[in-house]
């Protein structure tokens, strides 16, 4: 069995997440030791370095395989295309190409990767349960069997993929390691822990090409177990599913929740709640803070239309349409007026010609946008199921061709403007007579129109409530929006004061008011949309009563909870410090068994219902000894039905030895529970 | 709506299609009134404009003409570009 991790970067580029950082070979170093990695590839975004990798090769002979790689942005996902080593010089020219791309375009285009890729012979895997994900559409058009593996995120998507039988590409999973200095940071003492186990002895680049190509030659931990993956480098198995740490104080549960998020966290999609930190959420400023930024992201997402079509509307100029207008009016008539004593410049016929209206109506490029993105999109399945694809294609031929009319149009339009504005620029300077000012009628007609709309839209829109929901059976938040009203409103709004009147303006003078004076106000112009309508959100109990202190710690809890759709990993660290048992028992175990469906869960307690009444997968012990001063810590490991948890040197404990202590204080005192319970029965 | 019109050989406008003024009194108030026009009405004009006796009538209205057929030949399409653009939030926030 080799352990590989080909998805590594060295280098920082504007893909990476800031800061920038330098390359540490230490830090490469303790990546590769601490999880024991016998196979790595070095995958920077677009870019190669040669002389880095040759560098970093040496250093790793002969514990460790390095593969040169580049992690590849195309126009949709990411691709790693990883080469063998004794083909470095033609690998070195082929991300030559993809970088003076990348430099071009910001992606490179599928059918040149293809191209590019035909006679590599690379190893080519692309993003595929990890985002952002390469669409299938893409993978097919390298061709079948050049594309045998797909990355996944986490080793949930990696037991469901390899599972599954329709799915033909072998799941690998991989750090994604940034190996920067991180010898300043609390946290360097953690290591990424994502790789998998190749099977068979893996000794030369070709090897593990052709592994690859089989499911079945690949394992999340050493022992191939199904559905258990490895963390902490290895020293712990752990499920894919809902796991509990158990452990006395400072035995190292946090440090084991640490470090799986830092493994994760890069991901993006990993929710890690804290020991405490709910209570810290609950303070009055924290809370209001919390509850502000969630209102602010749901305002900003209901008025997203909205916002669009104000900033449209700042860039209207109405003004100058209407100052051309006067000029035009007024040099017309002065015009007429000289008619008699015009001279033989003003006579040209051209002097008075009118050039071709400035608007651009693109009336037919928008749909035949729409329909090619019909056409090229990935969902073809769904788009077929109720459109076919030769009438999409009829319809955007016919498109195409009334398109091309209108762009000939503008075109010879255009050409003509160009020829005539200058004489009429040059007949003007040598008249005595006035010419007429130019004016597009259409242009202020457009401009009129917009304005017309936007007015009508604002005074249309009412106050609504876009958001109702039961948190928990037993909280009830309402989300409404309302027409700012008063100068408070207004004010809170824009965390800002001194707007004067400005309420009092229709909706498009007070839009152009703002913007005119945003200087003055201090805000910004992406921000006006909001001088409208704001948000009011109003939270009730079971009773329709205000929330008290640790009716807002349990709201603020339910409410993460909720929202852990997004998530594929969820990591809680003793969360009973703020809650009691009826409520963990009626509202959020059943909660986290759900959650344990779709993500990854790991809980760290000392609470029999957390612990116990959840019917976890898999149990997490740690444990230390001290030894002549020094502390050796410990993690034994386990199914929640096993009747002994063990660590990896095969040490072993009874699970129920190990609940009772610390889930019921011990056997003692569980007993004599039981016995006052019964006592008190009657 | 009538909104330009000849008659006893003189050029003349209209706001409203009842009341008409001499063209040579037309101002840019009264070029952006009409503008506003468009918007929910079909305009119709007169186009015998050499009828019209006094010269300084005759640019003033040809002119006018010109634009206001400029404008009719283009404002539904203006306005379908400027319908399709609001019609997603009005469909969102007004309904």
Same mark, same amino acid.
């Given at each position: 069995m080799?352990?590989?991790?080909?998805?590594?970067?060295t280098?920082w580029t504007k893909?990476d997440p800031?800061?920038?950082?330098?390359f540490?070979?230490e830090a490469?170093?303790?990546?590769?030791?601490d999880?024991g990695?016998?196979?790595i !590839?070095?995958?920077n975004?677009?870019?190669?370095?040669m002389?880095?990798?040759? +560098?970093?090769?040496?250093?790793? &002979?002969?514990?460790?395989?390095?593969?040169?790689?580049?992690?590849?942005s195309?126009?949709?996902?990411?691709?790693?295309i990883?080469?063998?080593?004794?083909?470095?010089i !033609?690998?070195n020219e082929?991300s030559?190409?993809i970088?003076?791309?990348?430099?071009?375009?910001?992606?490179i285009?599928d059918e040149e990767?293809?191209?590019?890729?035909k006679?590599g012979?690379?190893?080519?895997?692309?993003?595929?349960?990890?985002?952002?994900?390469?669409?299938?559409?893409?993978?097919?058009?390298?061709?079948? #069997? *050049?594309i045998?593996c797909?990355?996944v995120?986490?080793?949930?998507?990696?037991?469901?993929?390899?599972?599954?039988? &329709?799915?033909n590409?072998t799941?690998?999973?991989f750090?994604d390691?940034?190996?920067?200095?991180?010898?300043?940071?609390?946290e360097s /003492?953690?290591? @990424?822990?994502?790789?998998?186990?190749?099977?068979?002895?893996?000794?030369?680049?070709?090897?593990v090409?052709?592994l690859?190509?089989?499911?079945?030659?690949?394992a999340l931990?050493?022992?191939?177990?199904p559905?258990?993956?490895?963390i902490?480098g290895?020293?712990?198995l752990? @499920?894919?599913r809902?796991?509990?740490?158990?452990?006395?104080r @400072?035995? #190292?549960? %946090?440090?084991?929740?640490?470090?799986?998020?830092?493994?994760?966290?890069n991901?993006?999609n990993?929710?890690?709640?804290? $020991?405490?930190e709910?209570?810290?959420?609950?303070?009055?400023?924290?809370?209001d803070?919390?509850?502000?930024?969630?209102?602010?992201?749901?305002?900003?997402?209901y008025?997203?239309?909205?916002?669009?079509?104000?900033y449209?509307?700042?860039n209207?100029?109405?003004?100058?349409?209407?100052?051309?207008?006067d000029?035009?009016?007024t040099?017309?008539?002065?015009?007429a007026?000289?008619?008699?004593?015009?001279? !033989?410049f +003003?006579?040209a016929?051209?002097?008075?010609e009118?050039?071709f209206?400035r608007?651009e109506?693109?009336?037919? #490029?928008?749909?035949l946008?729409a329909?090619t993105?019909?056409?090229d999109?990935?969902?073809?399945?769904l788009?077929?199921?109720?459109i /076919?694809?030769?009438?999409?294609?009829n319809?955007?031929?016919e498109?195409?061709k009334?398109?091309?009319?209108?762009?000939? %149009?503008t075109?010879v339009?255009g050409?003509?403007? &160009?020829?005539?504005?200058?004489?009429k620029?040059?007949?003007?300077?040598?008249t005595?007579? =006035?010419a007429?000012?130019d004016?597009?009628?259409?242009?202020?007609?457009?401009?009129?129109?917009c304005?017309?709309?936007f007015d009508?839209?604002?005074q249309?829109?009412?106050?609504?409530?876009?958001?109702?929901e039961?948190?928990g059976?037993?909280?009830?938040?309402?989300y409404?929006?309302?027409?700012?009203?008063?100068?408070?409103?207004?004010?809170?709004?824009?965390?800002?004061?001194?707007f004067?009147n400005?309420?009092?303006?229709s909706?498009?003078?007070?839009?152009?008011y703002?913007q005119?004076?945003k200087?003055?106000?201090g805000?910004?112009?992406? $921000?006006i949309?909001? !001088?409208?309508?704001?948000?009011l959100?109003?939270?009730?109990?079971?009773?329709?009563?205000?929330? @008290?202190?640790?009716? =807002?710690?349990?709201?603020?809890?339910?409410t993460?909870l *909720?929202?852990?759709?997004?998530?594929?990993m969820?990591l809680i660290?003793?969360?009973?410090?703020?809650?009691?048992?009826?409520?963990?028992?009626?509202?959020? *175990?059943?909660?986290i $068994? =759900?959650?344990?469906?779709?993500?990854?869960?790991?809980?760290?307690?000392?609470?029999?219902n957390?612990?116990?009444?959840?019917?976890?997968?898999?149990y997490?012990?740690?444990?230390?000894e001290?030894d002549?001063?020094?502390?050796?810590?410990?993690a034994y490991?386990?199914g929640?039905?096993?009747?002994?948890?063990?660590?990896?040197?095969?040490?072993?404990?009874?699970?129920?030895?190990?609940?009772v202590?610390?889930?019921?204080?011990?056997?003692?005192?569980?007993s004599?529970?039981?016995?006052?319970?019964?006592n008190?029965?009657? | 709506m009538?909104?330009l019109?000849?008659?006893?050989?003189?050029?003349y406008?209209?706001?409203?299609?009842?009341?008409?003024?001499?063209i040579?009194?037309?101002t840019?108030?009264?070029?952006?009134?009409?503008v506003?026009?468009?918007?929910?009405?079909?305009?119709?004009?007169?186009?015998?404009v050499?009828?019209v006796?006094?010269?300084?009538?005759?640019?003033?209205?040809?002119?006018?003409l010109?634009?206001?057929?400029?404008?009719?030949?283009?404002?539904?399409?203006?306005k379908?570009?400027?319908n399709?653009?609001?019609?997603a939030a009005?469909?969102?926030?007004?309904?």
């Amino acid at each position: 069995m080799k352990k590989i991790d080909l998805h590594i970067h060295t280098k920082w580029t504007k893909l990476d997440p800031k800061p920038k950082f330098e390359f540490s070979q230490e830090a490469l170093d303790k990546h590769v030791d601490d999880n024991g990695l016998d196979i790595i !590839a070095i995958t920077n975004h677009n870019i190669f370095d040669m002389l880095q990798y040759k +560098s970093i090769k040496e250093r790793l &002979k002969p514990k460790c395989q390095v593969y040169p790689g580049i992690e590849v942005s195309l126009k949709y996902g990411h691709i790693l295309i990883i080469s063998n080593p004794n083909n470095l010089i !033609a690998f070195n020219e082929f991300s030559e190409t993809i970088k003076k791309r990348f430099n071009e375009n910001n992606f490179i285009d599928d059918e040149e990767l293809v191209d590019l890729v035909k006679d590599g012979n690379y190893l080519i895997i692309p993003h595929y349960k990890k985002k952002p994900i390469c669409p299938k559409i893409t993978i097919e058009k390298f061709g079948e #069997g *050049i594309i045998f593996c797909g990355e996944v995120v986490n080793a949930k998507k990696f037991s469901l993929m390899q599972k599954d039988e &329709k799915e033909n590409l072998t799941p690998v999973m991989f750090s994604d390691f940034r190996c920067k200095d991180e010898s300043n940071i609390k946290e360097s /003492k953690l290591s @990424s822990t994502k790789y998998i186990y190749l099977k068979g002895e893996a000794n030369q680049f070709n090897t593990v090409f052709n592994l690859l190509k089989s499911k079945k030659n690949v394992a999340l931990n050493y022992f191939d177990l199904p559905d258990v993956f490895e963390i902490d480098g290895g020293k712990i198995l752990a @499920s894919e599913r809902l796991n509990v740490l158990i452990g006395r104080r @400072s035995s #190292g549960k %946090t440090f084991t929740l640490d470090n799986i998020f830092k493994s994760y966290c890069n991901d993006k999609n990993v929710l890690y709640i804290k $020991q405490f930190e709910i209570t810290k959420d609950c303070s009055s400023d924290r809370y209001d803070t919390l509850r502000d930024n969630e209102n602010h992201e749901i305002y900003e997402k209901y008025f997203e239309d909205f916002r669009s079509i104000v900033y449209f509307m700042l860039n209207i100029n109405l003004k100058e349409s209407i100052e051309r207008a006067d000029n035009f009016v007024t040099s017309l008539k002065e015009h007429a007026i000289e008619q008699r004593t015009k001279d !033989a410049f +003003s006579c040209a016929k051209l002097f008075s010609e009118e050039p071709f209206s400035r608007i651009e109506v693109n009336e037919y #490029g928008d749909l035949l946008e729409a329909v090619t993105i019909l056409m090229d999109s990935i969902h073809n399945e769904l788009i077929e199921k109720y459109i /076919k694809r030769e009438d999409l294609r009829n319809l955007g031929m016919e498109l195409l061709k009334l398109n091309k009319k209108e762009f000939m %149009t503008t075109l010879v339009e255009g050409e003509v403007n &160009k020829i005539l504005i200058p004489i009429k620029n040059q007949l003007k300077v040598n008249t005595s007579d =006035k010419a007429i000012g130019d004016f597009d009628i259409c242009e202020l007609f457009e401009n009129k129109y917009c304005v017309y709309k936007f007015d009508q839209l604002v005074q249309g829109m009412k106050d609504k409530i876009i958001k109702d929901e039961i948190i928990g059976d037993k909280y009830h938040s309402i989300y409404k929006i309302l027409k700012i009203q008063t100068k408070k409103q207004l004010n809170s709004n824009f965390n800002k004061n001194g707007f004067g009147n400005v309420l009092k303006l229709s909706p498009y003078k007070r839009i152009e008011y703002m913007q005119n004076n945003k200087e003055k106000f201090g805000i910004e112009e992406t $921000q006006i949309y909001k !001088a409208f309508f704001y948000l009011l959100r109003e939270t009730t109990d079971e009773n329709n009563g205000e929330l @008290s202190g640790g009716q =807002k710690a349990e709201y603020s809890l339910i409410t993460k909870l *909720i929202n852990v759709e997004n998530y594929d990993m969820v990591l809680i660290d003793e969360m009973e410090s703020s809650f009691d048992n009826p409520f963990l028992n009626e509202y959020i *175990i059943n909660r986290i $068994q =759900k959650i344990s469906d779709k993500a990854i869960v790991f809980i760290s307690t000392h609470n029999n219902n957390l612990g116990v009444s959840i019917n976890p997968d898999w149990y997490i012990y740690t444990d230390f000894e001290k030894d002549e001063g020094s502390i050796s810590y410990k993690a034994y490991y386990g199914g929640a039905n096993e009747i002994e948890l063990k660590t990896n040197n095969d040490e072993k404990i009874r699970t129920k030895d190990v609940l009772v202590k610390y889930m019921e204080a011990s056997d003692k005192a569980y007993s004599e529970r039981k016995e006052i319970y019964e006592n008190i029965k009657d | 709506m009538k909104i330009l019109k000849i008659k006893d050989s003189k050029g003349y406008f209209s706001l409203n299609g009842e009341n008409y003024f001499e063209i040579d009194n037309i101002t840019k108030d009264n070029l952006v009134e009409i503008v506003n026009l468009a918007f929910d009405n079909d305009f119709e004009y007169d186009e015998n404009v050499e009828e019209v006796k006094n010269e300084a009538q005759i640019i003033i209205y040809r002119k006018i003409l010109e634009k206001c057929k400029d404008l009719v030949s283009r404002k539904e399409s203006i306005k379908s570009k400027i319908n399709n653009k609001f019609s997603a939030a009005e469909e969102k926030y007004t309904k």
